[in-house]
Each structure stands twice: as structure tokens, then as C-alpha cells.
């Protein structure tokens, strides 16, 4: 599944997540690297509709993380504020790395190196001139 895109806009940046989302099944952990404003939200965003979620998905940015319901349970989670695994272990969330049930998206996770590394499938989203956006999807 490896693959490169250029998404001009946020629609087709949550078009990239809902493609992608017919890739996942339970158990799969999905790394997203990528700037500040890069639209790693906005892809969950895509993901979320992928797997039939309804709810309205927003950045876990303030809560480390949070769970959505669909075809999968989706767990987001934020890793910009955490240095290491064990941090999250503190809380609990080394559970969903990766999940038993459902699929787990880590936005800013090569802060924590460790997640990249049992990471199922790697996003890297790099800016581009005039707003687009160069998406990689790579399988681990």
C-alpha cells in the first residue's frame, strides 16, 4: 500500500483518510508525521468517515486521546505533548499501542519514537506551495 498523493485541499485530504480507512482492521496502529497545520486532523476527520463514524472528530490534542465508534473503534490519540511510551503507560494508553480492538491513529507520533517503530502504516504529510499537501502512505 504504498503510495504517494497530492491533496490540494481539505476535501481531498479527508477523501485520503476515507480511502485509507478501507485498509484498516482491528489491531492496527497508524502513525502521523507531519507539521503544525498539516491536516493530520483533518485526515482522522477522513478516517473517522471511512469506518462509518458519525460523531463529530476533533483534535485530542488537550485529552492525549479519544475514542470513536463505527465499523472499528477508532482511537485517536495526540502524542505531541508526551516524550516517551512510558508516559502514556502512566495513563493507560499503551493498551491501544497498538489496540487490541480497533485501530489506533497517533497524530505527532515521532515524538515517541517507539510508536513509529510497531507502527502498521506510516502517513507523512509534508506542505507544499499553494496549500496542497504531499501525502505518503507507507506500509510497515
Known amino acids: 500500500m504504498d503510495k504517494t498523493i497530492i491533496a490540494k485541499d481539505a476535501a481531498e485530504m479527508e477523501e485520503v483518510g476515507i480511502d485509507l480507512a478501507s485498509d484498516l482492521s482491528n489491531g492496527m496502529l497508524v502513525s502521523l508525521i507531519g507539521p503544525l497545520g498539516s491536516g493530520k ?5 477522513g478516517i473517522a468517515k471511512g469506518l462509518l463514524i458519525t460523531d463529530v472528530v476533533v483534535s ?10 463505527g465499523r ?6 495526540d502524542a505531541y505533548r508526551v516524550s516517551s511510551l512510558a508516559e502514556l503507560a ?3 494508553l499503551d493498551r491501544i499501542l497498538p ?4 485501530v489506533s491513529v497517533v497524530e ?3 515524538r515517541v519514537e517507539e510508536i513509529v517503530e510497531i507502527s502498521d502504516i506510516e502517513v507523512k504529510i509534508e506542505l507544499l506551495e499553494s496549500n496542497s499537501r504531499r501525502v505518503r502512505i507507507t506500509r510497515m
Open 99 to 102: 489496540p487490541e480492538k480497533g
Open 90 to 92: 502512566e495513563v493507560g
Open 41 to 45: 486532523t483533518t485526515l482522522v476527520k
Open 60 to 69: 485530542p490534542s488537550y485529552l492525549l486521546a479519544r475514542d470513536y465508534h
Open 108 to 110: 505527532w507520533s515521532d
Open 72 to 77: 472499528l473503534t477508532l482511537h485517536h490519540l
